[in-house]
């Protein structure tokens, strides 16, 4: 009777343990499920740091390994990725997302601090990982600017100690030692400009070998920018002049009179050098540039009414290329029709014509009423647009603009 007992247990334990084997197999991802086999790009035209993307990890120039990955750009502008935006929780720009054959997030990178840090990440890809992976800095960086201080606690908790320790810290406690140790041993990054921002007087940090740590001329340009505005804002007048000159220098001597139409990243800080500068015929002429070579980028056309509103004697071309900037837009994304009204609005008032400028508001805004998004980041810009273009035209209204 034991010996048939025995017998029993041991038949009923041998099926457990292959049922459970079976079972565990079944749970454990097959290699197809972790295989990587494309990575989406979350950015948008409408968004100055997706040109500096193109630039650094698409464009020709910057051509490296990783370039020929298998990429697909998703435009966040376009109310039909709508629902692509919301499957994948995209809450920063870019964000990029490494998926599987089923479409489902492998690996994934939220925000843009270099080329350098990015391109390390990709080649970490190994097409058959599960690690979400993180960023410290940058996490806790993205917690501290939206006061989430309970979450940038527990993310700087997870910092390695080092450059990835200090640079989680300094976002979220400030602290003036931590940027003297990143001016004094870190490679420039995201932490430079608010360092600069909240100790102007750190300006002189930015010499020869510091800009030397880095061999991208884009990078070496924008920081003389920072520390050149740093030094302004100490009155260092004569420092800032030297400086903004020095990093006009480095752009048209290592780039920009290389390929002028497709650095957008590089023909903006020009432009912004130059205004600095008041060297307007010069950022002007950059601009045409641009927009001959890129008609459909509102950026630069946007940017040129500005400056042409800014000189005196230019109004009316301003508010021609501003009607002219509005009309192409009809066929467009809404979200551009409402940014392009408001500047054809502001130019209008310039041009001391309040009742068009209240005209082409209401209009804009009556056409575009019915237009709804999905729960997403589009969603909330566009009510933001809306928002702004509602307040200008209520404040053209009660005279609170002056015409």
Not at 43 to 68: K, M, P, W
Not at 258 to 267: G, S
Not at 322 to 330: D, E, N, P, S, Y
Request: charged share 25%; glycine share 2%.
């Amino acid at each position: 009777m034991n010996s048939h007992r025995n017998v029993l247990f041991l038949f009923i334990f041998l099926c457990c343990l292959i049922t459970n084997q079976g079972l565990a197999q079944k749970d454990k991802p097959s290699e197809t499920s972790r295989k990587i086999v494309k990575i989406l790009v979350f950015c948008s035209d409408a968004f100055g740091i997706c040109h500096l993307i193109n630039q650094e990890l698409f464009g020709h120039r910057y051509y490296t390994d990783v370039s020929s990955l298998p990429w697909q750009l998703i435009d966040v502008m376009k109310t039909e990725n709508a629902p692509r935006v919301a499957t994948h929780q995209v809450r920063v720009l870019p964000t990029f997302i490494a998926i599987n054959a089923d479409g489902k997030a492998i690996r994934r990178r939220e925000g843009y601090a270099n080329r350098e840090e990015t391109i390390k990440w990709f080649r970490s890809l190994s097409f058959s990982q599960e690690d979400l992976g993180t960023n410290t800095a940058h996490m806790t960086r993205e917690f501290a600017e939206n006061n989430q201080k309970e979450a940038a606690k527990r993310s700087l908790a997870n910092a390695q100690e080092g450059v990835d320790l200090r640079i989680a810290r300094f976002f979220l406690e400030k602290r003036r030692e931590d940027a003297q140790w990143l001016f004094d041993q870190a490679v420039p990054n995201i932490w430079t400009e608010e360092a600069l921002s909240l100790f102007p007087d750190l300006w002189s940090s930015i010499d020869t070998p510091f800009l030397q740590r880095t061999s991208e001329p884009f990078t070496q340009a924008s920081l003389l920018l920072i520390a050149a505005d740093a030094a302004k804002r100490e009155n260092k007048k004569e420092q800032a002049k030297e400086l903004w000159e020095r990093s006009v220098k480095v752009i048209l001597d290592t780039c920009w009179l290389d390929i002028p139409k497709n650095d957008r990243a590089y023909a903006w800080l020009l432009v912004d050098l130059y205004k600095r500068l008041e060297r307007w015929e010069e950022a002007d002429r950059v601009l045409q540039t641009m927009i001959t070579a890129f008609p459909n980028d509102l950026f630069f056309s946007v940017a040129r009414v500005r400056l042409l509103l800014s000189q005196d004697g230019r109004q009316a071309e301003a508010l021609a290329l501003a009607r002219h900037l509005h009309q192409t837009t009809v066929p467009r994304d809404h979200l551009y029709r409402l940014w392009t009204a408001r500047v054809l609005a502001e130019t209008y008032t310039a041009n001391t014509r309040k009742q068009d400028a209240i005209m082409v508001l209401t209009q804009t805004l009556a056409s575009v009423e019915t237009v709804s998004f999905p729960d997403t980041p589009t969603a909330q810009t566009w009510r933001e647009w809306q928002k702004k273009t509602r307040k200008m035209l209520s404040r053209l209204q009660t005279s609170e603009i002056a015409p």
